[in-house]
């Protein structure tokens, strides 16, 4: 057990423990309706915001892992040195689509700090759940990034999650 616990990475901490208060509120939310006819307003906002930072984050461990989808069959059938150029190439276009969505995102939340606004039933500034937009693309492009890097250190090719990597 205590092996499994040292190898996850801290973002696979926070979506795990995002997703316990997704379960946590959404029971909560289930047991108040069937047992009193009613419930609290916040429970469902509070959980779908916790559950939209899950996803970015997931995000993240996708990248982390080299896992996010893309059509690799004609990569696969490659040679190791034309492979890591291609999956290189593809991670810089994803890195320069990441480098947009950080400056937009970023633009938008430093809006949404001078024109607040506010969640009707939480009444926080939606500000705080937007931010994960340039913070969750800032993370995935490190971690893309560690995986170019990982790419083209490896002697020979890398296995992850049991796929083979060139």
Not at 19 to 34: E, K, S
Request: proline letters at 4%; aromatic letters at 16%.
């Amino acid at each position: 057990m205590m092996g499994w616990v040292k190898t996850r990475t801290p973002e696979e901490w926070i979506a795990a423990l995002l997703m316990t208060l997704v379960v946590a509120l959404l029971g909560w939310q289930v047991f108040l309706r069937f047992a009193f006819g009613d419930t609290l307003s916040w429970l469902e906002e509070t959980a779908r915001f916790a559950f939209v930072w899950a996803v970015y984050f997931g995000f993240i461990i996708a990248a982390e892992k080299d896992r996010h989808i893309r059509v690799s069959l004609h990569i696969m059938m490659m040679p190791p040195l034309a492979k890591k150029v291609i999956m290189t190439i593809a991670d810089l276009i994803w890195l320069f689509f990441n480098g947009i969505v950080i400056w937009y995102g970023t633009t938008f939340v430093a809006s949404m700090f001078k024109f607040p606004y506010i969640s009707q039933t939480t009444g926080i500034n939606l500000v705080w759940i937007q931010m994960i937009v340039p913070i969750g693309f800032v993370l995935m492009s490190i971690r893309i990034l560690q995986v170019v890097v990982r790419r083209w250190r490896a002697p020979e090719p890398l296995v992850v999650d049991g796929r083979v990597d060139d």
